[in-house]
């Protein structure tokens, strides 16, 4: 199974400030037939399902805001959040979908300071 | 409205079953894979199982191979997760979630959960 790890476990900044969280992958997600990394982000507030953010590393999903921004290739990725507001708080986790069993990392609160 | 709505979770002892079902609405379901994820009480999400389009192909995480069992009539815009021989580290909220288009593996629309509770 693909271990993906998280980093860091929690952050707390403050309003406007710029939130950057790491992945990981115990392996490579990049497909080379297509060139696509296989690597998800998803935000979870208290009480509610996920919510997909980022896919193919860097696609946004529709409706998301432009100030969550995914990158990275092959087993490092960073998701990055430019001028945090209020309602970011949440935990987000990374997700591969490279293979079978699609695993999570361990999640990242953030939180306002 | 496009939605997925879980129903059927509940407290059941060790060693019971349950059947989790899930309505589709708004989309037609039998052109995406589906999967089942879940999330114990204060922790991490975990993938369960997937279905694809026509039924025929399932995948399972280890940890419930040969207990749990994926199913869906597209006819009825439905899916289902069989859990028998439950233990009490099947506990959490159990959420259907949609595959991405044309893709499997990530999750763009994800239901509100249904919390099955594993315990004498």
């Known amino acids: 199974d693909i271990v993906m790890t998280q980093s860091p476990d929690s952050l707390a900044l403050s309003l406007g400030e710029r939130a950057t969280i790491n992945c990981k992958s115990s392996?490579?997600?990049?497909?080379?037939?297509?060139?696509?990394?296989?690597l998800a982000w998803y935000q979870q507030k208290p009480g509610q399902p996920p919510k997909l953010l980022i896919y193919?590393?860097?696609t946004r999903e529709s409706g998301v805001p432009d100030r969550f921004s995914g990158s990275g290739s092959a087993t490092d990725f960073t998701l990055t959040i430019s001028g945090l507001q209020a309602e970011d708080v949440a935990v987000y986790y990374c997700?591969?979908?490279?293979?079978?069993?699609?695993?999570f990392g361990p999640g990242t609160t953030v939180d306002i300071k | 409205e496009v939605q997925l709505v879980e129903s059927g979770g509940g407290l059941v002892q060790p060693g019971g079953s349950l059947r989790l079902s899930c309505a589709a609405s708004?989309?037609?379901?039998?052109?995406?894979?589906m999967s089942w994820v879940r999330q114990a009480p204060g922790k991490g999400l975990e993938w369960v199982a997937n279905?694809?389009?026509?039924?025929?192909?399932?995948s399972y995480v280890d940890s419930v191979k040969g207990r749990f069992t994926i199913s869906r009539d597209s006819a009825k815009n439905l899916m289902y997760l069989q859990m028998n021989s439950l233990r009490d580290d099947d506990t959490a909220v159990y959420y259907c979630?949609?595959?991405?288009?044309?893709?499997?593996?990530?999750?763009?629309?994800w239901g509100r959960g249904t919390l099955v509770i594993v315990s004498s």
């Open positions: 979630a949609r595959d991405g288009p044309g893709t499997r593996g990530y999750f763009d629309l």
């Open positions: 708004g989309f037609t379901s039998n052109t995406y894979w």
């Open positions: 279905i694809n389009q026509d039924g025929n192909e399932k």
């Open positions: 392996q490579s997600v990049l497909y080379s037939s297509n060139n696509k990394n296989y």
């Open positions: 193919w590393a860097s």
């Open positions: 997700q591969q979908s490279y293979t079978s069993p699609f695993t």
